[in-house]
């Protein structure tokens, strides 16, 4: 039996929690709030500030965790270094933590030392150097904060007048100390994927098959797998993550978006852990789960294997308003569907866009991909959040 020191707690943590305790395994969920969808599945919790760097050292002191594994981006990961020389495992590494939190360290990897194909970029820590940098990429473009997940403080520029607005929304949505952003030229995409990858400890890299999704405002409304694409763009895809994952180290799991074009693949992102657009799996879409996959990842037990076992999508159930005592309509309408399941998360406060569940839906392999994810849609939309 290990502990685990799970830094983050929402509704992807409370997954991996949820897979960690049927493996007997202890989990011990932080989060800046307390009741956090973890906190609730876990055998304890902490309330910190992870940007507290003194605060970060002594929960890891206190619990003497096994393994440190951050579910956020909002984290001191600097310190994961020193953790990693005093003996402990960080998840995936401390260099993938640290470089995977910050998209400028991602993506000088991926583009300069990797040589992937990405977007056209530049960085601006201003709103003038915001200015200047787009004059150079040219409009559209997209503005992210360099520590934000979710779409949060993400915006395209169309027109001049979007300039001053997108650094000011991109203040707003980042996490962390980091006022920086990226500028990235528009990549005029037919479709984008999640190619979830488990490196392991002693085995052969993995991949799941690819998840196809589609976004709103940064962040991503629904999720099918498979994704149809062409077996060359599956193999470059497959290619770039075993790059980039075997640069960054460490075993786990993680979520790499790619935009398939016209002329190529391009790498897009990547997060060292579970995915939301991964939660599609949740519908047994796979023998394993995409937390299953990270939890036994994360401890060392060989994965011989990923096999698509249906086809299936998910799509949020989103709040509308704010509220200290969120409820739910609808719901006996999604439990009465077939082929479908809903989780609803158990966050304590709603606000608007904030993600409060979602809906999966699933068929045989041979079933209509499409149809699968306009039922996930249809009945998510069924379910409302109350203030």
């Given at each position: 039996?290990?502990?685990i020191?799970?830094?983050g707690?929402?509704e ?8 960690a305790?049927?493996l ?10 307390a ?9 304890g919790f902490?309330v ?7 605060a970060?050292d ?5 619990h ?8 956020i981006?909002a984290?001191?990961t600097e ?5 990693e020389?005093?003996?402990?495992t960080v ?14 360290s ?6 300069k030392?990797?040589?992937?194909k ?6 601006a820590?201003?709103a ?7 004059q150079?990429i040219?409009?559209?473009c ?10 949060k403080?993400q ?8 300039i001053q ?7 707003e ?6 006022a ?9 995409f ?6 979830l990858?488990?490196?392991q400890?002693n ?8 998840i196809g999704?589609?976004?709103e ?12 694409m062409q077996?060359?763009h599956?193999?470059t895809?497959?290619d770039?993550a075993?790059k980039?994952t075997?640069?960054?180290g460490?075993?786990?799991l ?5 935009f398939i074009a ?9 997060s ?13 879409t ?10 036994r990842a994360v401890?060392?037990?060989p ?11 998910s799509a ?9 005592n ?13 082929k ?10 709603s606000?608007?866009?904030r993600?409060?569940?979602?809906v999966?839906t699933?068929?045989n392999?041979?079933?209509d991909i499409?149809?699968v994810t ?10 409302k959040v109350?203030p």
């Amino acid at each position: 039996m290990s502990k685990i020191l799970l830094l983050g707690s929402g509704e992807l943590g409370k997954e991996f929690v949820i897979a960690a305790q049927r493996l007997g395994q202890i989990v011990i969920a932080v989060d800046s709030y307390a009741n956090a969808p973890a906190m609730q599945v876990a055998h304890g919790f902490e309330v910190i500030n992870m940007l507290d760097g003194d605060a970060l050292d002594h929960i890891v002191a206190k619990h003497q965790p096994d393994y440190i594994v951050p579910e956020i981006e909002a984290i001191r990961t600097e310190r994961f270094y020193a953790y990693e020389k005093d003996g402990y495992t960080v998840i995936p590494s401390a260099k993938a933590a640290n470089y995977t939190m910050n998209r400028k360290s991602i993506r000088d990897l991926a583009a300069k030392e990797l040589g992937l194909k990405t977007a056209d970029y530049r960085y601006a820590a201003s709103a003038k150097a915001l200015s200047a940098a787009i004059q150079e990429i040219g409009m559209p473009c997209v503005v992210k904060p360099l520590m934000s997940s979710s779409g949060k403080g993400q915006s395209t520029i169309k027109t001049e007048a979007d300039i001053q607005k997108a650094w000011d929304y991109s203040q707003e949505g980042s996490r962390g100390d980091v006022a920086e952003v990226i500028v990235e030229g528009f990549v005029n995409f037919n479709y984008e994927i999640t190619l979830l990858t488990v490196t392991q400890r002693n085995g052969k890299t993995l991949f799941c098959p690819p998840i196809g999704h589609r976004q709103e405002r940064g962040d991503y409304q629904e999720s099918w797998q498979p994704a149809t694409m062409q077996s060359k763009h599956l193999q470059t895809a497959q290619d770039m993550a075993a790059k980039v994952t075997t640069a960054l180290g460490g075993a786990g799991l993680w979520g790499v978006e790619f935009f398939i074009a016209d002329d190529g693949v391009y790498f897009s992102e990547l997060s060292p852990r579970p995915h939301d657009t991964g939660m599609v799996t949740l519908g047994n879409t796979q023998n394993f789960n995409e937390f299953e996959l990270h939890l036994r990842a994360v401890l060392g037990l060989p994965i011989s294997e990923i096999t698509q076992e249906r086809i299936g999508a998910s799509a949020v159930i989103l709040a509308n308003e704010h509220s200290d005592n969120p409820t739910f309509s609808g719901i006996e309408e999604v439990a009465n569907a077939t082929k479908s399941d809903f989780r609803l998360f158990g966050k304590p406060s709603s606000r608007p866009y904030r993600r409060m569940g979602v809906v999966v839906t699933y068929d045989n392999l041979d079933g209509d991909i499409k149809a699968v994810t306009e039922r996930a849609k249809e009945l998510a939309s069924k379910v409302k959040v109350n203030p």
